[in-house]
Protein backbone atom coordinates (compact mmCIF):
# COMPACT_ATOMS: atom_id res chain seq x y z
CA UNK A 1 0.00 0.00 0.00
CA UNK A 2 1.00 3.20 -0.72
CA UNK A 3 2.50 5.06 2.41
CA UNK A 4 3.94 8.25 3.46
CA UNK A 5 5.86 8.64 6.85
CA UNK A 6 7.31 11.98 8.74
CA UNK A 7 8.97 10.49 11.22
CA UNK A 8 9.53 13.90 13.19
CA UNK A 9 6.46 15.39 14.21
CA UNK A 10 8.53 18.68 15.86
CA UNK A 11 11.54 19.74 14.98
CA UNK A 12 13.23 23.15 17.13
CA UNK A 13 16.54 24.51 15.37
CA UNK A 14 17.94 27.72 16.18
CA UNK A 15 18.35 30.75 13.26
CA UNK A 16 20.39 29.98 11.00
CA UNK A 17 21.28 26.31 11.37
CA UNK A 18 20.65 23.75 8.78
CA UNK A 19 16.79 21.79 9.03
CA UNK A 20 16.25 18.55 7.33
CA UNK A 21 12.56 17.47 7.61
CA UNK A 22 12.70 13.47 6.78
CA UNK A 23 9.98 12.20 4.45
CA UNK A 24 10.17 8.46 3.06
CA UNK A 25 7.82 6.57 1.31
CA UNK A 26 6.73 3.23 -0.30
CA UNK A 27 4.93 3.16 -3.69
CA UNK A 28 5.60 0.45 -6.08
CA UNK A 29 5.15 2.51 -9.31
CA UNK A 30 7.30 6.06 -10.19
CA UNK A 31 6.70 8.22 -7.54
CA UNK A 32 5.59 12.07 -7.50
CA UNK A 33 6.54 13.59 -4.47
CA UNK A 34 5.42 17.34 -3.36
CA UNK A 35 6.40 19.26 -0.03
CA UNK A 36 3.56 21.42 1.00
CA UNK A 37 3.88 24.24 3.73
CA UNK A 38 1.11 25.68 6.30
CA UNK A 39 2.23 28.69 8.04
CA UNK A 40 -0.05 29.88 10.60
CA UNK A 41 -3.58 31.28 9.88
CA UNK A 42 -2.69 30.56 6.39
CA UNK A 43 -3.95 27.66 3.77
CA UNK A 44 -2.10 24.66 2.69
CA UNK A 45 0.10 25.40 -0.25
CA UNK A 46 2.71 23.65 -2.62
CA UNK A 47 6.47 24.94 -1.37
CA UNK A 48 8.13 22.29 -4.14
CA UNK A 49 7.91 19.36 -6.29
CA UNK A 50 10.71 16.85 -6.92
CA UNK A 51 10.01 17.08 -11.12
CA UNK A 52 10.78 20.15 -10.82
CA UNK A 53 14.02 20.46 -9.28
CA UNK A 54 13.83 23.96 -7.71
CA UNK A 55 14.81 25.70 -4.74
CA UNK A 56 12.00 27.71 -3.21
CA UNK A 57 12.83 29.68 -0.19
CA UNK A 58 15.92 28.41 -0.09
CA UNK A 59 14.97 24.49 0.37
CA UNK A 60 15.56 21.51 -1.48
CA UNK A 61 14.22 17.90 -1.49
CA UNK A 62 16.16 15.16 -3.30
CA UNK A 63 14.14 12.51 -4.55
CA UNK A 64 16.04 9.12 -3.57
CA UNK A 65 14.39 6.09 -5.06
CA UNK A 66 17.07 3.48 -3.53
CA UNK A 67 16.12 4.69 0.35
CA UNK A 68 12.66 5.44 -1.15
CA UNK A 69 12.94 8.90 0.40
CA UNK A 70 12.48 12.59 -0.17
CA UNK A 71 13.67 14.68 2.49
CA UNK A 72 13.49 18.47 2.42
CA UNK A 73 16.51 20.84 3.98
CA UNK A 74 17.70 24.26 3.92
CA UNK A 75 20.97 25.25 5.04
CA UNK A 76 20.12 28.12 6.98
CA UNK A 77 16.79 28.59 8.63
CA UNK A 78 15.19 32.05 9.15
CA UNK A 79 12.17 32.55 11.74
CA UNK A 80 9.47 32.77 8.72
CA UNK A 81 10.30 29.11 8.27
CA UNK A 82 8.25 28.26 11.49
CA UNK A 83 5.41 26.14 10.15
CA UNK A 84 3.93 22.91 9.50
CA UNK A 85 5.32 21.02 6.35
CA UNK A 86 4.01 17.57 4.95
CA UNK A 87 5.41 15.54 2.48
CA UNK A 88 2.78 14.18 -0.22
CA UNK A 89 2.76 11.58 -2.79
CA UNK A 90 0.92 11.92 -5.65
CA UNK A 91 -1.61 9.21 -7.19
CA UNK A 92 -3.72 8.62 -9.75
CA UNK A 93 -7.15 10.54 -9.91
CA UNK A 94 -5.51 13.38 -8.15
CA UNK A 95 -5.36 12.23 -4.86
CA UNK A 96 -2.68 12.66 -2.45
CA UNK A 97 -1.44 10.77 0.12
CA UNK A 98 -0.33 12.80 3.12
CA UNK A 99 2.71 11.96 5.97
CA UNK A 100 1.86 13.10 9.59
CA UNK A 101 3.31 16.32 8.75
CA UNK A 102 6.72 18.03 11.12
CA UNK A 103 5.99 21.06 12.93
CA UNK A 104 9.60 23.45 12.55
CA UNK A 105 10.03 25.67 14.94
CA UNK A 106 13.04 28.54 14.15
CA UNK A 107 14.03 30.05 17.57
CA UNK A 108 15.80 33.55 17.32
CA UNK B 1 -6.85 34.62 -10.01
CA UNK B 2 -9.57 34.46 -6.94
CA UNK B 3 -8.14 30.83 -5.18
CA UNK B 4 -10.38 28.19 -3.49
CA UNK B 5 -13.35 29.23 -1.75
CA UNK B 6 -15.09 27.30 0.55
CA UNK B 7 -18.04 28.10 2.82
CA UNK B 8 -19.39 28.05 5.30
CA UNK B 9 -16.02 29.05 7.36
CA UNK B 10 -17.05 27.32 10.85
CA UNK B 11 -19.67 25.18 11.44
CA UNK B 12 -21.82 23.46 13.93
CA UNK B 13 -23.88 20.68 14.09
CA UNK B 14 -25.52 17.90 16.39
CA UNK B 15 -24.81 14.30 16.25
CA UNK B 16 -27.14 12.81 13.71
CA UNK B 17 -28.05 15.70 11.45
CA UNK B 18 -26.45 15.63 8.24
CA UNK B 19 -24.32 18.75 6.56
CA UNK B 20 -23.22 19.91 3.01
CA UNK B 21 -20.20 22.07 2.61
CA UNK B 22 -19.45 24.15 -0.52
CA UNK B 23 -16.30 24.40 -2.71
CA UNK B 24 -16.07 27.07 -5.21
CA UNK B 25 -12.42 26.06 -7.63
CA UNK B 26 -9.97 28.03 -9.23
CA UNK B 27 -11.54 29.23 -12.14
CA UNK B 28 -10.27 27.12 -14.99
CA UNK B 29 -9.40 24.35 -12.61
CA UNK B 30 -11.81 21.04 -13.14
CA UNK B 31 -10.67 19.10 -10.55
CA UNK B 32 -11.73 19.22 -7.37
CA UNK B 33 -10.37 16.81 -4.12
CA UNK B 34 -11.60 16.84 -0.36
CA UNK B 35 -9.41 15.91 2.52
CA UNK B 36 -10.62 15.62 6.33
CA UNK B 37 -7.71 16.88 8.63
CA UNK B 38 -7.80 15.60 12.32
CA UNK B 39 -5.17 15.68 14.78
CA UNK B 40 -5.20 11.94 15.30
CA UNK B 41 -5.58 10.88 11.82
CA UNK B 42 -3.65 13.63 9.92
CA UNK B 43 -4.66 14.71 6.36
CA UNK B 44 -6.88 11.56 4.75
CA UNK B 45 -8.38 11.89 0.86
CA UNK B 46 -12.51 11.81 0.98
CA UNK B 47 -12.78 11.77 -3.24
CA UNK B 48 -11.74 13.82 -6.07
CA UNK B 49 -14.28 14.89 -9.21
CA UNK B 50 -13.26 15.48 -12.23
CA UNK B 51 -15.95 16.73 -15.12
CA UNK B 52 -18.98 16.14 -12.57
CA UNK B 53 -17.45 12.20 -12.46
CA UNK B 54 -16.29 10.64 -9.19
CA UNK B 55 -12.94 9.09 -10.09
CA UNK B 56 -11.24 8.38 -7.42
CA UNK B 57 -12.65 7.50 -3.44
CA UNK B 58 -11.02 7.40 -0.24
CA UNK B 59 -11.77 4.98 2.59
CA UNK B 60 -14.71 6.62 4.43
CA UNK B 61 -18.44 5.07 4.60
CA UNK B 62 -20.80 5.71 2.86
CA UNK B 63 -22.25 8.24 4.82
CA UNK B 64 -19.83 10.94 3.05
CA UNK B 65 -21.02 11.83 -0.09
CA UNK B 66 -20.06 14.61 -2.93
CA UNK B 67 -21.26 16.06 -6.11
CA UNK B 68 -19.44 17.93 -8.54
CA UNK B 69 -21.60 20.89 -10.98
CA UNK B 70 -21.03 21.80 -14.33
CA UNK B 71 -19.19 24.50 -13.24
CA UNK B 72 -16.86 22.60 -11.54
CA UNK B 73 -18.22 23.76 -7.77
CA UNK B 74 -18.33 20.78 -5.36
CA UNK B 75 -20.09 20.44 -2.43
CA UNK B 76 -19.47 17.62 0.29
CA UNK B 77 -22.37 16.01 2.05
CA UNK B 78 -21.88 13.79 5.41
CA UNK B 79 -25.16 12.53 6.86
CA UNK B 80 -26.29 11.29 10.34
CA UNK B 81 -23.23 13.18 12.01
CA UNK B 82 -20.88 11.34 14.66
CA UNK B 83 -18.59 13.13 16.84
CA UNK B 84 -15.78 11.82 15.43
CA UNK B 85 -16.59 13.53 12.25
CA UNK B 86 -15.20 16.97 13.57
CA UNK B 87 -12.67 18.09 11.72
CA UNK B 88 -11.23 20.24 9.22
CA UNK B 89 -12.63 19.27 5.66
CA UNK B 90 -10.40 21.09 3.28
CA UNK B 91 -11.02 21.44 -0.46
CA UNK B 92 -8.19 21.47 -3.14
CA UNK B 93 -8.60 22.28 -7.12
CA UNK B 94 -6.53 21.36 -9.85
CA UNK B 95 -6.52 22.30 -13.78
CA UNK B 96 -6.61 18.50 -14.08
CA UNK B 97 -5.07 17.29 -17.80
CA UNK B 98 -1.60 16.29 -16.34
CA UNK B 99 -1.33 19.18 -14.22
CA UNK B 100 -0.74 17.63 -10.67
CA UNK B 101 -0.20 20.56 -8.09
CA UNK B 102 -3.28 20.97 -5.79
CA UNK B 103 -4.68 24.47 -4.85
CA UNK B 104 -5.98 23.96 -1.30
CA UNK B 105 -8.98 26.14 0.34
CA UNK B 106 -9.18 27.57 3.91
CA UNK B 107 -11.59 24.66 4.82
CA UNK B 108 -14.52 24.34 7.31
CA UNK B 109 -14.50 23.72 10.45
CA UNK B 110 -17.03 21.18 11.32
CA UNK B 111 -17.96 20.32 14.99
CA UNK B 112 -20.26 18.02 15.87
CA UNK B 113 -21.85 17.93 19.40
Known amino acids: AQRVTQPEKLLSVFKGAPVELKCNYSYSGSPELFWYVQYSRQRLQLLLR??SRESIKGFTADLNKGETSFHLKKPFAQEEDSAMYYC??????????FGGGTRVLVKP | KAGVTQTPRYLIKTRGQQVTLSCSPI?????VSWYQQTPGQGLQFLFE???????NKGNFPGRFSGRQFSNSRSEMNVSTLELGDSALYLC????????????FGQGTRLTVV
Open chain 1, 50 to 51: HI
Open chain 2, 27 to 31: SGHRS
Open chain 2, 49 to 55: YFSETQR
Open chain 1, 88 to 97: ALYLAGNKLT
Open chain 2, 92 to 103: ASSPGQGKTEAF
